[in-house]
């Protein structure tokens, strides 16, 4: 297992909507196929066509955006009865759409709905970066959950966490820039919500989340490989 909770061979370790997967996969090619159907279906697809559709039928802007957040919020639904449990980054996709849908409804105004995605990704970023001041950083827990404490491949996580000051220098670095990361895309997403119509600052926001995803998932296995080599070749010169 490597610093960034993929295994040796380089597989990434999965991604999710707004931010970095905190869930088991789902075994079998079979059941990762379905959850990327899934994704593709409720976080992206469904919501744009509902607007389209919403519009076309005479409701107004922020009526439209509302109720074409309801299909994330179906799709997070779907995970709490498949994982009889509500992760912190399904709550805060929750979270994000009853604020959003609340301060449109309030306002009126479709750009306060639009950040509604924001509002997950820069708390996750925030607790990403606030937790390198903790024992151990969030990428870190996230990949040793991934993995399962109680497996082989965990309990060797746990040891060379205890163990290789290394490996624990990989995991913070890896925390900060996904942290990093994901409050540009927040901020990024704020920007374009005021400089974009509402449609295109729609289709942008759902597409963002996983170029961003997939850019820093690029970045960790590249970034583990580099320093795994580069620490192999220090062991054989040594």
Known sequence: MSEDG??????????????????????????????????????????????????????????????????????????????????????????????????????????????????????????????????????????????GPGSAQGQEMTGLWSKHHEFRHLFRVITAVWGAGFLVEAALRVVIVENTSTGTALAISKVMPFVVAGILAAWTAAYGTYQRRKNEGRTQTG
């Open 6 to 147: 993929q295994r040796p061979d380089g597989d990434p370790a999965p991604t999710g909507n707004s931010s970095p997967a905190e869930k088991p996969a789902p075994s079998g090619r079979g059941g990762q196929l379905r959850s990327v159907i899934k994704i593709a279906l409720l976080d992206v697809a469904a919501p744009l066509l509902a607007y389209r559709l919403f519009k076309s039928a005479g409701l107004s802007t922020v009526s439209a955006l509302i109720l074409s957040g309801v299909f994330p919020a179906i799709g997070v639904i779907i995970d709490v009865i498949q994982h009889r449990r509500l992760d912190a980054v399904g709550a805060l996709v929750l979270a994000g759409i009853i604020a959003g849908s609340i301060v449109g409804l309030v306002s009126g105004n479709p750009r306060l709905v639009l950040p509604e995605g924001s509002v997950p990704t820069g708390i996750f970023g925030l607790v990403a970066l606030g937790s390198l001041l903790t024992a151990r950083p969030l990428m870190y827990r996230i990949a040793l959950e991934f993995t």
